[in-house]
């Protein structure tokens, strides 16, 4: 599972060996397509949509406009599905979202811990760590330690809410806006928004003074 | 089942290794995979009537502990293909040997223009969640209930971790369809709710300050406490 891996090898040629699940996955990809079960259009329109299209930027422009708008935000802490919709992005894996608001003595973090389910028109596929083993054991039980290691300690008075999405719902983060903020506009503020903070293993920092 | 993926409150799996500006898929075979899973079971009756995550599920635990995320998928997808007879055992290696010996070689191309429309339309389509339930919810919010203690053999969504605690409903999200798996269970629409576990209640005197539970729950898995 930690097995080294350097990004951006697209097309590189592999003088080694490659692993053997290439070589499994190549194996069935070859014999779908000759079945007529699967074609590579098919593949390739999925691995693009969620590489180039579905990602975290969705949620963050959800997050800055719940910053700037009241309306919207007690719209998407009401139905989250449905206003996170109004801004245009809905699909699969993500027909109902709950959208946990963080505040200053609240603090919501999200996790499978029977798989890996998240809320994809939002934030894209899931990041390694939110799948991976010691995530998916150990934040249900130590929240705080476990977001001690993302850089966040919490004081004990900070009421600490772990959500294991074990159903077809999905969750997501609302983190803070955080201070020193007010007079950044809402697309200012969503550069600001990270992945991590609408798992809610992290809160948005502004942006330092010598920027 | 109770099975090694059902690892919430498990002890020994060290450190989260957090990776900076990492890809969506860290290797492009991890990408076919997805992308295989994915298109093949909107198309194609493959994981019936297990479903794919009793496909993980049953990955033996020592393969399943060495085994990354995608691979896992692999796994899972290459035992219900051969299941259905989709693809046989002596093909499947035959060709996995060609790719080994001829590293170069890659899956022929075949596109299928209606096809990948429908993968397309597929990705930014909602499936609502709601369905008709047979009768009206049974508990409300501030109920006191308690988590049956089922063992089923077969994929269940709810953790051991919280079976037989004592948790507060504290929303309803209507009914739908039961995800345990239909083999063992009706799969008849039921009402979910978010009920809320004290980390006391979960873990004893280990349980980390202040921290509160929050798990969906069908309404099968739940008993009033009575109290």
């Given at each position: 599972m930690s097995e080294g891996h350097s990004g951006g090898n697209?097309?590189?040629h592999h003088p080694e060996a490659q692993p053997y699940a290439a070589l499994r996955t190549k194996a069935i990809e070859s014999l779908l397509i000759e079945k007529g079960l699967i074609s590579t259009d098919a593949i390739?329109?999925?691995?693009?949509?969620?590489?180039?299209?579905i990602g975290p930027l969705n949620g963050a422009k959800v997050v800055a406009r719940a910053w700037t708008d009241a309306a919207y935000k007690e719209r998407l802490l009401n139905d989250g599905g449905a206003a996170v919709a109004e801004l245009g992005f809905f699909g699969?894996?993500?027909?109902?979202?709950?959208?946990?608001e963080n505040a200053p003595t609240v603090h919501n973090m999200v996790v499978c811990t029977l798989c890996s389910c998240y809320p994809w028109p939002v934030l894209g596929l899931p990041p390694r760590w939110y799948k991976s083993d010691?995530?998916?054991a150990r934040a249900v039980i130590e929240p705080r330690a476990v977001l001690k290691e993302f850089g966040l300690t919490l004081d004990d008075s900070v009421e600490v809410r772990v959500w294991d999405s074990n159903s077809d719902i999905r969750y997501m983060a609302l983190p803070e806006r955080p201070e020193g903020t007010e007079d950044m506009d809402e697309e200012a503020l969503v550069a600001l928004v990270t992945r991590d903070s609408m798992i809610g293993v992290a809160k948005v920092s502004a942006p330092s003074l010598t920027a | 089942m109770n099975g090694v993926h059902d690892m919430g409150g498990m002890h020994g799996f060290g450190r989260i290794e957090i990776e900076a500006d990492e890809p969506v898929f860290h290797e492009s075979w991890e990408g076919r995979v997805?992308?295989?899973?994915?298109?093949i079971r909107e198309e194609?009756?493959?994981?019936?009537?297990y479903g794919s995550r009793r496909y993980i599920e049953n990955i033996p635990p020592a393969q399943y502990l060495a085994s990354g995320y995608y691979e896992r998928w692999l796994l899972a997808l290459e035992a219900a293909l051969l299941h259905k007879g989709l693809l046989t055992a002596e093909e499947l290696e035959s060709r996995t040997r060609m790719f080994g010996d001829d590293q170069s070689a890659e899956p022929p191309k075949r596109n299928d223009a209606a096809l990948a429309d429908r993968v397309r339309q597929r990705i930014y389509t909602p499936q609502p969640l709601d369905r008709p339930a047979a009768s009206p919810p049974r508990f409300a919010v501030g109920d006191l209930v308690v988590a049956r203690n089922i063992n089923p053999?077969?994929?269940?969504r709810l953790p051991r971790y919280v079976r037989g605690k004592r948790g507060i409903v504290t929303r309803l999200y209507g009914a739908q369809g039961f995800q345990d798996e239909p083999t063992i269970a009706d799969s008849s629409p039921q009402h979910v709710y978010s009920v809320m576990f004290e980390a006391g209640e979960l873990w004893g005197s280990d349980a980390e300050p202040n921290q509160r539970l929050y798990i969906d729950m069908w309404e099968g898995w739940m008993d009033s406490t009575g109290g």
């Open positions: 697209n097309g590189e390739d329109a999925r691995v693009q949509a969620y590489e180039q299209d699969a894996q993500g027909a109902e979202i709950v959208v946990l010691a995530y998916r | 997805y992308g295989m899973v994915t298109c194609h009756d493959v994981y019936s009537p053999a077969g994929h269940t």
